[in-house]
């Protein structure tokens, strides 16, 4: 977990002097040439996503928190789950959409919510449904919530300022021509920052399933459980896709890459019946998995890692168990 810890801390860092760099030459094209200022506006811009962001996430995600004794099933394994990891109980929500996934979220570890989809509770069985469910757990206890969070706001800002400074420019051509080296800095470093989130966001996924295999899920739950929701994505709508296209690092899996990786995951279902048993994730475990360059390409412009080398790893550590 240290591990993930000293990734986050450092991408952090690195993140916060870059929106540091671009508001400083914002701020001096402005005319305004304080110091203090430029820090000062880089904290009250993280501190503002802290606040917020949950709360950016509910309204997204459309989340409707469980009352006491409603879907009795799902409370009390995630109940089960932060007792077994040591945690509070994080507050449980359903989001009304119909992507088949989870996510959590939340400021600290006493703020943590899990929440399952609309589209989910039907498709996975209680195993299965209880691996995801120790996935996020494992998302809330490596305290990379937060951390993903306040990172995934630096690119908008970004962004936003590029946008803003090449085509909302001033009249005068020397202010123009300022105006569009600040925008094209901008977006070369939104492009730089979305690299380093996305690569935060995937390796992040890793160190949680690792966690939900020693909360005592079978790396072949897990297999299993992401199988469908690659499945139940890939046979959605694309509007369905595209409507939580901007909250996708929250899934357990990217659903946008769902028709792509499904045709990979075919061949790990060896009877054709939907799932990934011990026995066919054993078989993947004694095959060398090799990424093309597309994939690999693919691979480092998403939100997750490439499915079938996350569920390499899962045998890997289905052998070791």
Request: proline share 3%; glycine share 8%; net charge positive.
């Amino acid at each position: 977990m240290w591990a993930l810890k000293i990734r986050m801390y450092l991408l952090v860092g690195i993140l916060f002097a870059i929106i540091y760099a671009v508001i400083s030459m914002v701020s001096y094209w402005l005319g305004i040439g304080n110091f203090y200022f430029y820090l000062g506006l880089s904290i009250v811009m993280m501190f503002i996503q802290y606040m917020i962001g949950p709360k950016i996430i509910e309204w997204s995600m459309r989340v409707r928190y469980l009352k006491p004794g409603e879907n009795q099933k799902l409370q009390t394994m995630v109940h089960s789950l932060s007792q077994m990891a040591g945690l509070p109980t994080p507050r449980i929500g359903i989001a009304q959409i119909s992507v088949p996934n989870a996510f959590a979220f939340g400021r600290s570890i006493k703020d943590g919510r899990i929440c399952v989809t609309q589209g989910i509770l039907n498709l996975l069985d209680d195993n299965e449904l209880r691996a995801v469910l120790g996935h996020e757990m494992s998302h809330i206890k490596n305290r990379d919530v937060l951390t993903i969070t306040l990172l995934s706001v630096i690119p908008v800002i970004l962004y936003r300022i590029a946008w803003q400074f090449l085509f909302f420019g001033g009249d005068r051509r020397d202010r123009q021509t300022n105006t569009a080296l600040i925008g094209l800095a901008a977006f070369i470093f939104y492009f730089v920052t979305n690299l380093l989130v996305l690569y935060a966001s995937r390796v992040r996924e890793y160190f949680a399933d690792k966690g939900s295999v020693d909360l005592g899920n079978k790396p072949s739950a897990l297999a299993s459980a992401l199988y469908k929701l690659v499945y139940g994505s890939a046979v959605l709508p694309k509007e369905a896709i595209k409507d939580v296209e901007g909250m996708k690092a929250f899934f357990a899996n990217d659903p946008s890459r769902a028709l792509s990786e499904l045709k990979d995951l075919k061949d790990l279902d060896l009877d054709r019946n939907g799932e990934i048993s011990p026995q066919e994730l054993a078989t993947l475990n004694s095959k060398v998995v090799k990424l093309g360059f597309g994939d690999k390409l693919l691979e480092l412009m998403s939100t997750h890692p490439n499915m079938l080398k996350r569920i390499k790893r899962l045998s890997q550590w289905g052998m070791a168990n």
